[in-house]
């Protein structure tokens, strides 16, 4: 049987994407859409992005052989796997990694601006519900953990009421003394057992 992270589902799937050179990052500056030659794209293809356990992949395939040109594993978004673009809500820049580790950006860019909304929902939708499972989680564990600390605490004090009634029950201390009662007009000697709560007086 497949474990959990064996499935793959697929979140969306656009059929016109095209794929761009980037120039080099300057310093902090957020990338602009308009540096790239958007009237020559380097590639146009298929886009798919898919998900399996906590991670998405956004592949880039041939639109007719289905053969993949590159992927961008997402751990989460927003974030450096996937950025935005400061001129343009249609493009944005991927970091697509290769089978043996190696890392590169590009610009990717959609036509329809309808595809690159759907294309940002379904990233964001991927990871909040992540997100909200993994606070449910951590809600559930801390309900667990109070639970087993108020048990224990139960039980402890149980144990300890029971042996505090053990010990007052088997405590009986036996001590001669010398008393002088009124009904006893001598001295005698008077065994006092001092037994829960009181003792009693033995002639």
């Known amino acids: 049987m497949a474990a959990e992270g064996d499935y793959e589902s697929v979140l969306c799937v656009k059929a016109e994407v095209n794929v761009y050179r980037i120039p080099p990052r300057a310093s902090n500056r957020a990338y602009r859409a308009a540096d790239w030659k958007l009237d020559c794209p380097d590639w146009s293809g298929r886009m798919r ?62 036509a329809d601006r309808g595809d690159a909304f759907d294309f940002n929902v379904a990233l964001q939708d991927h990871f909040k519900v992540r997100v909200s499972n993994r606070v449910k989680n951590r809600v559930r564990n801390r309900v667990r953990i109070r639970n087993k600390v108020r048990i224990r605490n139960r039980v402890k004090n149980r144990v300890r009421v029971k042996n505090r009634v053990r010990v007052r029950k088997r405590v009986r201390v036996q001590v001669t003394v010398r008393c002088r009662c009124l009904s006893c007009p001598k001295l005698l000697r008077c065994l006092v057992y001092l037994y829960g709560l009181g003792f009693i007086c033995v002639d």
């Open 49 to 110: 992005i898919t998900a399996r356990a906590k991670m998405a992949f956004i592949k880039l395939e041939d639109k007719v052989s289905g053969e993949l040109f590159a992927q961008a594993p997402v751990q989460e978004y927003p974030g450096v796997a996937v950025e935005t673009v400061s001129d343009s809500s249609r493009y944005f820049v991927l970091r697509i990694r290769d089978d043996n580790g190696r890392s590169a950006f590009i610009g990717v860019g959609f």
